[in-house]
Structures are given as C-alpha cells and as structure tokens.
C-alpha cells in the first residue's frame, strides 16, 4: 500500500510524530508549508496563530511535488491551534479533492485535542476514517514514549 503523510507543523512536535509513522510504515511525507508563516518564537504566535485558524483563513501554500491521488493511505496531521486544525490543512484540503482513500489522523497539542479530529473528518467525507490518535506535546512530555505509541498505531493503520 502506498502511503503519504500529510502534515503541517510550527513547533516540530507534528513533525516528529509525521517523520516516526513515515519511518515505521515506509511513506512519504508532505510537509505543508506556507508563503507567509507565523513567526515560530513569542508569545505573538499564539495570538496569529489562533486568530488565523478561527477566521478559518486559507493561507498560499509553497508548491509540492506530490499528488496525493497517487496514494492509497493519505494519514493527516496538525498542532491544535484555537480548538481546531491548522490553517495550512484547511488550504490543502481546499486545493484537494480526495475521495475513497484511506484516511488517518492525528493532532499534537499542549492541553487538549478539543473537536479538531472530528472537524478535520468533516474535511474529508467520501474517505474510510481508518484511524485516529493525538498527542500532548510529544517533545516535551516523553519522547520516547510518544514515538512507540505512533508506531504502534502506524502499524494498526496499515492492516
């Protein structure tokens, strides 16, 4: 199976949980990246970062050099940011029509996943949800521990 993970990270915490399934199941990795990006450092960020996920903005994205039609596994994953995904997916889910593709996704935050999950299935009907898991800051709380866990999942989505 062909496997793609999709993902958009300002911290490095989606990232490392991205890179550890990549790396467990053999994929490819997208990283979403925008023209214009939040500044990583301050307080300013969260504030930018909030502001822009809950007036739902579509930021312009850097170009990349894979379709994720081309995948049979598309797994998603985003910071929580305002309760909800990063404004990075909300424009990769505007720039692509994915339709009967397996699908599987997981979120980082520093205290709670909120609906973010269920907002991003609201994303991509038409698709077989086959897994989701979320992580609380997987840099800062257990490395080690968080990288087993997305291993093991990454495992259990691909049977």
Not at 106 to 124: D, I, P, R, V, W
Request: charged share 30%; glycine share 8%; with cysteine.
């Amino acid at each position: 199976m062909k496997s793609l993970i999709v993902f958009y990270s300002l911290e490095g915490n989606t990232r490392f949980i991205a890179q550890t399934i990549a790396e467990e199941i053999k994929g490819d990795i997208l990283e979403l990246k925008p023209v214009n990006d939040i500044k990583q450092k301050g307080f300013m960020r969260y504030l930018w970062g909030g502001k822009q996920a809950m007036s739902k903005k579509i930021p312009e994205l850097k170009p990349f050099d894979k379709n994720p039609n081309d995948y049979d596994l598309i797994v998603i994953g985003t910071p929580v940011w305002a309760f909800t995904f990063a404004p990075a997916l909300r424009a990769f889910y505007s720039k692509n029509k994915i339709q009967n593709k397996k699908i599987a996704l997981f979120c980082c935050h520093g205290g709670g996943k909120a609906g973010t999950l269920n907002k991003m299935k609201e994303q991509l009907t038409g698709n077989n949800i086959v897994g989701e898991i979320d992580f609380m800051d997987p840099l800062i709380h257990n490395k080690e521990d968080n990288a087993r866990k997305a291993k093991e999942w990454a495992r259990k989505i691909v049977k």
